[in-house]
């Protein structure tokens, strides 16, 4: 046995006088437990005096760039972190989900950084809105860092994931994170913290972990601060309503237990693909982690004319289940996390018999000795009535799940509403009418709606697995949090700001280029690397007549002979146009032609364009005119270039505007040694 350390202030402290923790095979001493000297307000100060200032000095990039170092460092050494796994009681799979699939996370978001938010230290949220008539007032948002920490108390099933899915987008907001996990598994969440602090890739106080009690933490949170917690609906409930939560509000966000639900509908007869699919997806989800997954099926939902089939197919296929040592690379399911938590299902299930009946619930163990290790068989109960409370309030935190029979599509979304808001439920149909009444009906209730048929069988990621691209949380019981989502849970820990002022004030505090805003000509901007161009530098073109020879070379050349380009009767007949206009492409080619610099230069390529809007249509005789500023610069670390965004407006000679639109270029840097 050793003691588990908590790392706090820059090192690590711990004490042997703890409580012990056993483990979950063999039901062994393993360690003890304990924060005991752990002082809890200089904690939460060092994490704001230390970690956050260092993280806030870094862009979204540049922490974006350690997330993913982090995440390749934790995957090239996972061999300790595995065997430890073991003796939480999970087989390699349930490991890989965990050790690996946290990595993972940290890499999804590492691309959510780079790709979705700009090389600097604040977000700038939509476009700005004039207040004033003549636009020399005008309102922003902008989204940017708070100067608090985040306490992350974080549940026992996923000691890996479980922190990780959290860190990874307070990290990428800019916030640093003191880390709780649960008790009965806090081991191997140490294991992986060492290996963090030892890798040196994060900034110092930027992660802590407190290795047992939290203690009176929460009495020492401030404003700036933040909560996420990850367990049951009651210690929830408790949490939210801490005096200094409230008193303070203090950003709070809960993913709870729930009970979801699986859906089979009508349309999915026995001998369907849809069928079979979900019975597999079923059991999967009953036996990974052994049902110790906040999003595990709880509920299955099937019509009451196949619910025999569904019965004898579970039934069937938990049969060849192999129960016993996670060390084992025969099993298929180990055990649950401790004994106390076996008994705790116990626990639910003698409650549930009230209103259940027992359709199984032995099997075989192998290799083990059940009674000192917390094994549980799979468990799978039948529901008289589909209506009975119990069913839908109290959750068998293990291998249990309880079929519950309906009579319609609207009976089924009435019997998956009344488990009072959950993490995920899932929609097995080949009917898109049916998966569209299913999915929209129980859309309100539930924080993600998994529906699968046939085609997307072989490649869906599963009922139970968040995906941190999307949002993760539920309303009601789930505990109405979005513990991930990609950039929304990043601005989860930020703050969105409105700012007030005139177009050159809102772009020196954006970074971004305003609309009325000072246009500076140093020359074309196209021969400018990117290290000297400035935002606002701009370029007023010379103007171009479109002629009807363009229009129609231009329909020659692209094929697109659309009427109102090339019958000047027809033109007129439309209520939009006054007769032939000039092919919206052909504005943009022509606008092109007038702010392009020809010769080889900084400007690497284009890449796109965004925000695309022809304002009013161009006719022949209209002279174009092109005024392009650059709006926006974001640097590609070590590629040599960066990103800039230019503003395009294209005008005639009535100075009204023809099109508008930002124009994506890949601009190259100074060569090193290149004087300035």
């Known amino acids: 046995m050793r003691a588990v350390e908590s790392y706090v202030q820059g090192s690590w402290t711990g004490t042997a006088d703890g409580v012990t923790v056993n483990h979950a095979v063999s039901g062994d001493p393993i360690a003890t437990i304990s924060s005991a000297g752990v ?16 993280l806030r000095e870094l862009t979204f990039h540049d922490r974006a760039g350690m997330l993913r170092a982090l995440g390749k460092h934790l995957l090239a050494d996972t061999a300790a972190l595995y065997e430890l796994s073991t003796a939480t009681g999970a087989t390699r799979s349930d490991s890989w989900v965990d050790i690996e699939g946290g990595a993972g996370v940290l890499m999804a ?11 600097a230290k604040v977000v700038v949220d939509g476009e700005p809105v004039s207040l004033s008539r003549d636009g020399s007032f005008l309102g922003a948002h902008i989204i940017g860092p708070r100067p608090g920490v985040a306490v992350h108390i974080n549940a026992f099933n996923f000691p890996c994931w479980g922190m990780l899915e ?22 191997l969440t140490e294991l992986m913290v060492r290996s963090i602090i030892d890798s040196g890739i994060l900034p110092e106080g930027s992660v802590q972990l407190i290795s047992g009690s939290a203690g009176d933490l929460l009495d020492h949170l401030g404003p700036q601060d933040a909560v996420a917690f990850t367990g049951s609906a009651d210690t929830a409930r408790m949490l939210r309503t801490h005096p200094t939560i409230i008193e ?14 699986a859906i089979l509908g009508e349309s999915a007869v026995p001998g369907s693909s849809e069928f079979d699919l979900f019975i597999a997806e079923v059991v999967k989800e009953m036996t990974t982690k052994a049902g110790q997954k906040c999003t595990a099926i709880r509920r299955v939902i099937v019509p009451s004319t196949v619910a025999a089939d569904v019965e004898d197919a579970i039934a069937a296929r938990l049969a060849g289940v192999r129960v016993g040592d996670p060390a084992d690379p025969e099993t298929d399911m180990g055990a649950l996390a401790s004994l106390d938590q076996r008994d705790e299902v116990r626990r639910s299930v003698a409650a549930l018999s009230a209103v259940t009946s027992v359709i199984l619930d032995r099997c075989e163990f192998h290799d083990v000795d059940p009674a000192r290790g917390a094994f549980l068989a799979p468990t799978l109960l039948r529901a008289g009535d589909n209506r009975a409370e119990a069913i839908h309030s109290i959750e068998a935190f293990g ?22 808001g959950s993490l995920v439920a899932s929609v097995f149909t080949p009917d898109d009418s049916e998966a569209a009444e299913l999915a929209l009906g129980i859309a309100a209730h539930h924080g993600r709606v998994h529906v699968v048929d046939e085609a997307c069988g072989a490649t869906s990621t599963g009922h139970g697995s968040p995906m941190p691209q999307l949002v993760h949380g539920g309303p009601g019981r789930a505990g109405g949090g979005e513990e991930l989502g990609g950039v929304r849970s990043v601005h989860h820990y930020m703050q969105r700001t409105a700012i007030q002022g005139s177009p050159d004030k809102i772009t ?21 690397h990117f290290e000297e161009l400035q935002i606002g530098d701009a370029i007023t073109t010379e103007s171009r007549t479109i002629t009807i020879d363009d229009i129609e070379a231009f329909a020659e050349l692209t094929g697109d002979f659309f009427y109102a380009h090339m019958d000047e009767e027809a033109a007129k007949a439309s209520p939009i146009f006054n007769g032939r206009v000039a092919h919206g492409y052909l504005v943009l080619s022509i606008a092109a032609g007038l702010f392009v610099w020809a010769p080889p230069g900084p400007v690497l390529a284009n890449t796109g364009l965004d925000n695309l809007r022809f304002a009013a249509p161009s006719y022949p005789g209209d002279e174009l005119t092109v005024h392009l500023t650059a709006k926006e610069k974001s640097l590609r670390a070590g590629s040599g270039y960066g990103e800039v965004r230019w503003d395009a407006q294209v005008v005639n000679q009535r100075g009204e505007t023809a099109a508008t639109y930002e124009l994506l270029t890949m601009v190259a840097c100074r060569p090193q040694g290149d004087p300035a």
């Open 399 to 420: 291998p249990v799940t309880t079929l519950v029979s309906y009579g319609g599509t609207a009976d089924a979304i009435e019997v998956a509403a009344l488990g009072q």
């Open 39 to 54: 002082d809890f307000a200089a904690t939460a100060a060092y994490a704001r005096a230390v970690g956050g200032p260092a």
């Open 248 to 261: 303070n509000s203090v950003r709070f966000n809960a993913e709870a237990d729930s009970l979801n639900a």
């Open 166 to 187: 959290k860190l990874a987008p307070t990290f990428l907001a800019g916030m640093p994170m003191i880390v709780k996990p649960g008790s009965q598994t806090a081991y």
């Open 109 to 119: 978001y590492s691309g959510v950084g780079r790709r979705e938010m700009p090389n």
């Open 508 to 528: 020196a505090i954006t970074g971004t280029w305003t609309n009325g805003s000072r246009r500076t000509d140093n020359g074309h901007p196209f021969t400018l």
